[in-house]
């Protein structure tokens, strides 16, 4: 496999051309930001952590007939992914109420959200992804009613497949953010699912699995992703 063309470089991860059309190598960085990137490190073996973690429920989805980007791992920290045309907005599926939420609403962390809560944010780091609703996503052109109506059944089925899986390795999945691409005209899942993108909280303690470690500065980081690496895999 050709590294070629690097193709896009976000916070945490790398795009590169293959040679081959239609495909695009993702390569996880140990590069770790919280706080719209006002927080920053290198971690070294994080990227490979969640590039296991995300190939891992890639596949768990694929098995669910829930399409997504991803091909096949490459390397621990490489995978080749179906290249799509990205839409600009991050889907958030909430079932406990923590995080912004809890900032910015009369809700105490941990409050059960049955059914939950989907939130939509439009991606665009100088306007600090300021959050839509269906009305904005519309005006805004983003996607069709039908494609709304289908990326908000797709997160919540990938929510199902996510959380019952954590749940069967006494994790609880609290919330966790989704990006969407257009693949042929289908609807595809794509960018990472990782330790980044997700809380995960210990079934037991309710302690914290996921980046909030990082950005709380709450214990040792890897220790965590490492943890719950070990458990993904265990499938
Ligand atoms: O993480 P924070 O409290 O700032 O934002 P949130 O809206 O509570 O995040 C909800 C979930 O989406 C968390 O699992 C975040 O890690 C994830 N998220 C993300 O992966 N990327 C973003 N740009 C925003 C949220």
Redesign the pocket.
């Known amino acids: 496999m050709k590294q070629g063309d690097l193709v896009y470089s976000g916070k945490a991860k790398s795009l590169y051309r293959t040679g081959t059309e239609g495909e695009l190598l993702v390569l996880f960085r140990d590069d770790i930001t919280a ?1 719209d990137g006002g927080k920053k490190d290198v971690l070294t073996e994080k990227g490979s952590l969640n590039a296991r973690v995300s190939a891992c429920l890639f596949s768990l989805l694929e098995e669910h007939r829930i399409r997504t980007h991803f091909i096949r791992s490459l390397d621990d920290s490489s995978m080749l992914v179906r290249e799509l045309q990205m839409i600009p907005i ?1 889907v ?1 599926i ?1 079932n406990i109420a ?4 809890v ?1 910015n609403y009369p809700i105490r962390e941990g409050t059960l959200l049955d059914p939950p809560v989907i ?1 939509i ?1 439009y991606k665009d780091d100088s306007r600090h ?1 300021p959050m839509l609703n269906d009305d904005l996503v519309l005006a805004l052109k983003i996607v069709s009613k039908d494609e709304l109506l289908r990326i908000k059944d797709l997160a919540l089925s990938v929510n199902i497949v996510l959380s019952r899986f954590f749940e069967a390795r006494g994790i609880i999945l ?4 989704l990006e969407f691409g257009r693949y042929n005209g289908e609807l595809l899942v794509g960018d990472e699912i990782s330790m ?4 995960l909280w210990d079934m037991k303690t309710k302690g914290s699995l ?3 470690v990082y ?1 709380f500065e709450k214990g040792d980081v890897l220790a965590v992703y490492r943890q719950v690496t070990e458990k993904v895999l265990k499938r």
Do not use: L
Not at 174 to 177: E, I, L, R, T
Not at 196 to 199: G, I, L, N, P, V
């Open positions: 706080f991050e958030i909430r923590a995080g912004s939420m900032r939130v944010d992804d609290v919330d966790f953010k980044d993108s997700m809380r996921d980046k909030d950005r």
